[in-house]
T-cell receptor, first 115, second 113 residues
């Protein structure tokens, strides 16, 4: 069965520092992978997605993620954190069983950005 | 283009009361989903629909019912609310293309007292 593991439920960085949010997945076939961001009291918004094209994917707000098949990872990075990046981040993998387009979700990582 | 609209945004229910949450999307998406979000538990799928007139159970369907009479609307019902159903509920939709992500609504915050 597919699964997603986000290492670290809480990550704290200083403004201007590198952001690294970790996501590992398990999948028996090439996966589709997604990162979503949730700002306080809002719904989830798609940050970026990997769909078997380029392994380095660029998203909105300066975020990017690299698909590494050998490590079964899809870590999210941003070179320089901004206060506005404080949010909850979710990694997800498309379930490849059945015709239902279901996503398998990680539990999320809360990112705090300190001034 | 409104995307996915959820109503109401907030609601307080007494135990045993019933209510319906409405999700409406204007993107002609085939697939729609209802999730609940609780602290430390991420997103859990309640029910989903792969097209008009179809529904299916997700991970945590007990105590909820759904209907998809029109393609653009997906209703989530609580027949007899319980305090354990206090949560934030999100609706999402996606088109048939397998490469597409979900579009989420802004959520309904439900408190059952």
């Amino acid at each position: 069965a597919q699964s997603v593991t986000q290492l670290g439920s809480h990550v704290s960085v200083s403004e201007g520092a590198l952001v690294l949010l970790r996501c590992n997945y398990s999948s028996s076939v090439p996966p589709y992978l997604f990162w979503y961001v949730q700002y306080p009291n809002q719904g989830l918004q798609l940050l970026l997605k990997y769909t078997s094209a380029a392994t380095l994917v660029k998203g909105i707000n300066g975020f990017e993620a690299e698909f590494k098949k050998s490590e079964t990872s899809f870590h999210l990075t941003k070179p320089s954190a901004h206060m506005s990046d404080a949010a909850e981040y979710f990694c997800a993998v498309r379930a490849n069983a059945g015709n239902n387009r279901k996503l398998i979700w990680g539990l999320g990582t809360s990112l705090a950005v300190n001034p | 283009n409104a995307g996915v609209t959820q109503t109401p945004k907030f609601r307080v229910l007494k135990t045993g009361q019933s209510m319906t949450l409405l999700c409406a999307q204007d993107m002609n998406h085939e697939y729609m989903y209802w999730y609940r979000q609780d602290p430390g538990m991420g997103l859990r799928l309640i029910h989903y629909s792969v097209g008009e007139g179809t529904t299916a159970k997700g991970e945590v369907p007990d105590g909820y019912n759904v209907s998809r009479l029109k393609k653009q609307n997906f209703l989530l019902g609580l027949e007899s609310a319980a305090p354990s159903q206090t949560s934030v509920y999100f609706c999402a939709s996606t088109p048939p293309g397998t490469r597409d992500g979900y579009t989420f609504g802004s959520g309904t915050r439900l408190t059952v007292v």
